[in-house]
């Protein structure tokens, strides 16, 4: 079929096995063309058909040499209808995966159910024997509670207070004002559910107890911070009491893995365009004065380069470093005092009228069409492209 485009509100419903390929194939490359990581063998990523997982899957495998298990929930393709982006990126990165001899299979259901835990655990047991490091990357906007059946839905809301900002509607261009009315305990509770550490801390527990973890084993989840600016939205609203209770999981989690000598990790990484992120009133704003500033100091990183930077110079370092609270921090350059100082001072001038010169609109925009495979230059989006893609690892 011919593919194009089709936008409903913050996500794209179409997508373009090609120009996913030639998405996976330039992280690849970015991969190879940096010097190796002396990191782990055997590697499972929940979450990883997109955004940081995605990244943190090819850094594992093109990187490490590593085979790679992916979880992720992802739509097959139907005739006449595409797959959903994750499903063409990992049957592009399996592809070259296993060119280069590289194990690597995947598995497409909820993360959040016993079922693909357990059908996870079986392939571990199975292939790997036992797996080295966890990657733990899903964004959800709902979880359904394996144990009582109650499907929680997160919000992202600020607390107490009703939060005015600046928001952009990045298809148009078009700044306005948006108000959001404080979320309510439930709020608070039910995001805690679904975005929390409680899903990651059951993960571990189970491929703790069938005893698939391996000596000095590693498990890494990954957190946001950010400005004051986006803080009433983000980090103090409900998304971030999430993050709070993901970050306090960590050390629940490595209080168990203390005879393995393992340990659990936060790396509080970058704002980026994602799916998920796109969705963030007020964030897509911010995102792209925030890669004007960055493009500019010529310090701007999209995934592929900060998790490279997390595995490189961070991760796998016999001292690793850590913040105050000790949490892996990749978002320093983000945090940048001077970078901050712009950004704030770009927000208080922006307006519709001005902010395709004064902020990166059409870099945003680049970015959210190639998540989905388009904005290509060198892919012929009124070709015909079979969008009947199969995963060859697809268990
Ligand atoms: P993303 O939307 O690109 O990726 C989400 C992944 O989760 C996909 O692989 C998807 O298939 C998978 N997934 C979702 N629901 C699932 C389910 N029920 N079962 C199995 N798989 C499921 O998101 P992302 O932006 O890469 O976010 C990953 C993590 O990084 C999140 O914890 C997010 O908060 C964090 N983070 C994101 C940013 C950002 O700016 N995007 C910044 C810092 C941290
Ligand atoms: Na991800």
Redesign the pocket.
């Known amino acids: 079929m011919i593919i194009h485009p089709k936008t409903r509100g913050f996500i794209c419903v179409t997508s373009h096995p090609e120009g996913c390929a030639e998405n996976v194939q330039k992280q690849i490359n970015y991969i190879k063309s940096k010097s190796n990581i002396d990191g782990a063998k055997k590697v499972l990523v ?9 990244a943190s899957r090819i850094t594992s495998a093109f990187g490490s040499n590593a085979a790679t298990i992916g ?4 739509k097959p393709p139907l005739e006449g209808r595409t797959a959903s982006s ?1 499903w063409y990126n990992t049957a592009a990165f399996e592809k070259q995966a296993h060119k280069e001899g590289l194990y690597a299979k995947s598995i497409n ?4 159910s016993n079922e693909i835990k357990e059908q996870t655990a079986q392939l571990i047991k199975k292939d790997f024997g036992k797996v080295d490091l966890v990657i733990y ?4 906007p709902v ?1 359904t509670h394996p144990e009582t059946g109650i499907r929680y839905k997160s919000t992202l809301k600020p607390i107490e207070n009703t939060y005015t900002n600046k928001t952009v509607d990045f298809h148009t261009g078009e700044i306005k004002d948006i108000s959001i009315e404080p979320g309510t305990e439930k709020d608070i509770e039910n995001t805690i559910a679904v ?1 929390g550490g409680e899903d990651w801390q059951l993960w571990i527990d189970k491929l703790k107890n069938e005893e698939l973890l391996a000596d000095n084993f590693k498990t890494v ?4 911070i950010g400005p004051k600016l986006t803080e009433p939205v983000y980090r103090k609203g409900t998304i971030g009491m999430a993050k709070d209770h993901l970050e306090a999981t960590a050390f629940k989690i490595t209080d168990i893995l203390k005879d393995i000598n393992g340990k659990a990790y936060i790396s509080v ?4 365009v ?4 796109s969705a963030i009133p007020v964030i897509p704003l911010y995102i792209s004065l925030l890669y004007k500033v960055m493009k500019e100091k010529d310090i701007h990183e999209g ?1 592929i380069e900060q998790i490279y930077r997390l595995f490189k110079e961070r991760l796998f370092l016999d001292k690793i470093p850590t913040d105050n609270e000790g949490r892996i921090r990749i978002d320093d350059l983000e945090m940048r005092d001077d970078v901050q100082e712009k950004v704030v001072e770009l927000w208080k001038k922006a307006t519709t009228e001005n902010l395709s010169s004064i902020g990166d609109l059409q870099g945003y925009k680049d970015d959210f069409f190639h998540l989905f495979g388009f904005n290509f230059e060198n892919i012929d989006y009124d070709k015909e492209t079979n969008e009947m893609v199969n995963i060859p690892g697809l268990q």
Request: glycine share 14%; with cysteine; aromatic share 16%.
């Open positions: 929940i979450g990883a058909s997109t955004g940081f997982g995605l979880v992720f929930f992802e994750g259901g909820d993360a959040f990357s899903l964004a959800s979880r975005m989840a990954y957190s946001y990484n970058k704002a980026l994602t799916q998920s992120s995934c």
